[in-house]
C-alpha cells in the first residue's frame, strides 16, 4: 500500500479498542459483574483483552490500509478471523482454568457482543475513513455563478476542504465585458448558454456569488436552476457594501447585519471589561482615598471654590452626563455650554491645580463615574458637548468612539494625543487612535493602557 493511506491504520485501531471497550461494560452491566468488587481484575481483564486482539489482529493483517470496491469485505473477513481466533484462545482457558461462574458468563457475554459491534463500528469507519479518491464519483458538483472575488472567495473556502476540493465543477461567467481582461480558464458555462449546459452536464447545486445591483442576472440563474431541478444557494455580498468588520446574526426568520462588529460587541469580552473596570475602580478609590481627603484640603487651602468641578460631558450612545474632576482653576469654564479650551499657561490654572494636572490627577475623581457606570478605565475620553459636535461634522466615523463608554485614559492620549485640538493633524490622530483601540481591543490592551498611563513618558508630554 502507498504511505497516502497509512493515515487509516490508527483509525482503525481506535475504532476496535472502543467496540470492545464498550462489548466489556455492557457485559458488566447485564451481569451485575461490579457486585463482585474487583474493579482491579476488570482493568486487568480489559487490558488483556484488548492486547490479545491488537496482537492477533496484526499477524491477521487486520491493520492494514485495504482500498478498492471490496473495502468491506475485506476488512471483514480479516475482522471475524481474528475473532475466531481470539474466541478459541478464550475457550481454551474457559476448560483449562476453574474461573468462577459470574467470569464465565462474563467471558460468554463479551464473545457474543463482539461481532454484533464489530459489524457496526466497521461499518462507520469504513464510511467515515474511505479514500477521497474513493467518494470522489459520490460528492455533490456545484457551480459558482461569477468570476469576481467574491466567487473566488467562494471557491477558495471550497478547495480549502480536502473534502470539497472536487466539488467545484467550474464558474459561470455572468459578466464577460468586465473580466474580458482577466479570463477565468475555469469558466464552463456563460449566462446566456447556462440552460444548454446543464441540459448536457449535471450539477448538484448553483452558489450564487453576485452583487446585489445583478438582481436581473440572479433572477435569471434561478428560473434556469428550476427548470433543470438544480438546487441554488446564494452568497449575499455584505463585505461588498459595508466592509470586513460585519456580523451577521440569525432573529426568527430574519438576518441581521452588525455592520461593524467590534470585539466587545461580544458578551464575555464585555462583561470582562465591565468586572474588570469595577474591581480597577473600587481598589483605586480605596487604597487612595487619604490621598483624596489630602487633595481636598489643599485645593480649599488654595482657592476659593468647590473641591469637585463637574461639567456635562458626552457619553455612550452621545448622551451627556456629569464628570467629576478635582477643580484646577479658579474660574472654571461653564459646566453646561463652556467652550473655552484650556492653554498652555492658563492664568486660570491655581498653583495646586497645575501640579494636579501635569500628572493627571485632577481625573481621578472620575473612578467614582467608572462605578456608576458612565465611563470606563480606559476608553475614549469624553469631549465637551460643542466640541464633539465639531468633531462630529469634521472628522469621517466619530462618533463610532461613542459605541461604547468613555474612559479615564486611552489610546490616544498614551500615545501624546491628549490636550488641544486646534489642528486638523490633532484631531485626526485623536480620532484614529480611539478607533483603533475598539477594533483591537483586549484585557491586555487596557493593561498595557494603564501601565503607560503612569510610567508612559507620551502621556503627561502635552498635560498642563
Known amino acids: 500500500m502507498t504511505n497516502h493511506h497509512k493515515s487509516n491504520v490508527p483509525v482503525l485501531v481506535f475504532w476496535d479498542v472502543i467496540s470492545l471497550s464498550i462489548a466489556f461494560f455492557v457485559s458488566l452491566y447485564f451481569y451485575r459483574i461490579n457486585d463482585l ?26 491493520y492494514v490500509d485495504w482500498t478498492g470496491s471490496s473495502l468491506f469485505k475485506s476488512r471483514m473477513s480479516k475482522y471475524f478471523k481474528t475473532y475466531f481466533i481470539l474466541a478459541g484462545i478464550i475457550g481454551i482457558m474457559y476448560l483449562i482454568f476453574s474461573f468462577p461462574k459470574d467470569v464465565r458468563n462474563l467471558l460468554i457475554a463479551v464473545l457474543a457482543g463482539i461481532p454484533s459491534l464489530g459489524i457496526i463500528t466497521n461499518s462507520l469507519v469504513i464510511r467515515l475513513s474511505a479514500p477521497i479518491k474513493e467518494r470522489r464519483a459520490k460528492m455533490s458538483t456545484t457551480l459558482i455563478a461569477g468570476s469576481g472575488l467574491l466567487a473566488n472567495k467562494v471557491a477558495g473556502f471550497l478547495e480549502s476542504n480536502s473534502y470539497a476540493k472536487f466539488a467545484v465543477q467550474g464558474f459561470i461567467e455572468c459578466s464577460p465585458e468586465v473580466n474580458a481582461t482577466g479570463k477565468n480558464d475555469r469558466v464552463v458555462s456563460t449566462l446566456e448558454g447556462l440552460k444548454d449546459y446543464l441540459k448536457d452536464n449535471f450539477a448538484d447545486e448553483i452558489i450564487i456569488a453576485l452583487p446585489y445591483n445583478e438582481l436581473d442576472k440572479i433572477k435569471s440563474i434561478v428560473e434556469v436552476a428550476d427548470y433543470h431541478g438544480t438546487r441554488i444557494r446564494f452568497v449575499p455580498d455584505y463585505q461588498g457594501i459595508f466592509g470586513e468588520n460585519f456580523k451577521t446574526y440569525q432573529f426568527g426568520d430574519l438576518q441581521l447585519v452588525n455592520i461593524r462588529q467590534l470585539p466587545l460587541d461580544n458578551w464575555f469580552p464585555n462583561l470582562l471589561k465591565n468586572v474588570f473596570d469595577i474591581i480597577f ?23 476659593p471654590g468647590p473641591v469637585f468641578y463637574t461639567p456635562i460631558r458626552t457619553g455612550k450612545g452621545g448622551k451627556p452626563f456629569k464628570v467629576y474632576k478635582f477643580r484646577s482653576m479658579s474660574n472654571n469654564d461653564s459646566i453646561l455650554g463652556g ?38 478605565v480606559v476608553g475614549p475620553r469624553p469631549h465637551r458637548v460643542f466640541l464633539n459636535q465639531l468633531m462630529q461634522e469634521t472628522e469621517d466615523k466619530y462618533m463610532v468612539r461613542h459605541y461604547y463608554k468613555p474612559g479615564i485614559t486611552g489610546w490616544a492620549q498614551v500615545n501624546g494625543w491628549r490636550g488641544p485640538l486646534d489642528t486638523e493633524e490633532q484631531k485626526k490622530q485623536r480620532t484614529s487612535h480611539d478607533l483603533e483601540y475598539l477594533k483591537k481591543w483586549s484585557l491586555w490592551f487596557d493593561v498595557k493602557i494603564i501601565w503607560l498611563t503612569i510610567f508612559g513618558k507620551k502621556t503627561h508630554e502635552e498635560a498642563f
Open 339 to 376: 467652550i473655552q479650551s484650556t492653554v498652555k499657561d492658563d492664568p486660570r490654572i491655581t498653583k495646586v491645580g497645575k501640579f494636579l494636572r501635569k500628572y493627571s490627577l485632577d481625573e481621578l475623581p472620575q473612578f467614582i463615574n467608572v462605578l456608576t457606570g458612565e465611563m470606563s
Open 281 to 303: 475602580a473600587s481598589a483605586v478609590l480605596l487604597f487612595l482615598s487619604p490621598i483624596f481627603i489630602l487633595i481636598g484640603i489643599v485645593i480649599k487651602l488654595n482657592s
Open 37 to 62: 468488587n474487583f474493579q482491579r481484575m476488570e482493568v486487568v481483564f480489559l487490558i488483556a483483552l484488548i492486547s490479545l486482539w491488537l496482537i492477533i489482529g496484526y499477524s491477521n493483517k487486520l
